[in-house]
T-cell receptor, first 114, second 112 residues
């Protein structure tokens, strides 16, 4: 089955800095890569996703890049703000598998200091 | 607005008790999922269901069972709770052909 590795496990940045979280996956058939943000006391929420037919996707201050050859994808947050502090999870899935399950990474706790 | 609710935010049970965790979604989603979340281990899939009365094992089904009698409700059952089942339990749902999952707020279960 799929295995998703996520690094780093914790990341501390100053407000205004950029943050990068990286994930690698093992199954070359995976073609859907979402990122979820979990704020304290809440369930994870989808913030951005990318499919294998594109290499990059942006939404305001967040962007995701995908390198299918190397089987890794990354989340980039620019101009970080204290409200970006949360746990971030990457995930991977094969949309052709017939089951809409996701394999998650272990998560990254991002701390943004004012 | 999309909503997934879980019956309890916090639950304390004794070893050996039978425990029911309930999840309800109001989005008419076909798929429903149960995960457990532990520090350093991320989200691990316990069971999922793609239709009423259908269930599939996830990565860590041992010690758990599920029930889906109605489309909107998915229950996780711990037949005989053990201390190693102390965890945060998250329920999620998604449309049949969409991969975006909507999560509930979680139930923090402590087994003593």
């Amino acid at each position: 089955g799929e295995n998703v590795e996520q690094h780093p496990s914790t990341l501390s940045v100053q407000e205004g800095d950029s943050a990068v979280i990286k994930c690698t996956y093992s199954d070359s058939a995976s073609n859907y890569f979402p990122w979820y943000k979990q704020e304290l006391g809440k369930g994870p929420q989808l913030i951005i996703d990318i499919r294998s037919n594109v290499g990059e996707k942006k939404d305001q201050r967040i962007a995701v890049t995908l390198n299918k050859t190397a089987k890794h994808f990354s989340l980039h947050i620019t101009e970080t703000q204290p409200e970006d502090s949360a746990v971030y999870f990457c995930a991977a899935s094969n949309e052709n598998s017939g089951y809409s399950t996701l394999t998650f990474g272990k998560g990254t706790m991002l701390l943004v200091s004012p | 607005d999309v909503k997934v609710t879980q019956s309890s935010r916090y639950l304390v049970k004794r070893t050996g008790e039978k425990v029911f965790l309930e999840c309800v979604q109001d989005m008419d989603h076909e798929n429903m999922f149960w995960y457990r979340q532990d520090p350093g281990l991320g989200l691990r899939l316990i069971y999922f269901s793609y239709d009423v009365k259908m269930k599939e094992k996830g990565d860590i089904p041992e010690g758990y069972s599920v029930s889906r009698e109605k489309k909107e409700r998915f229950s996780l059952i711990l037949e005989s709770a053990s201390t190693n089942q102390t965890s945060m339990y998250l329920c999620a749902s998604s449309l049949k052909t969409r991969y975006e999952q909507y999560f509930g707020p979680g139930t923090r279960l402590t087994v003593t």
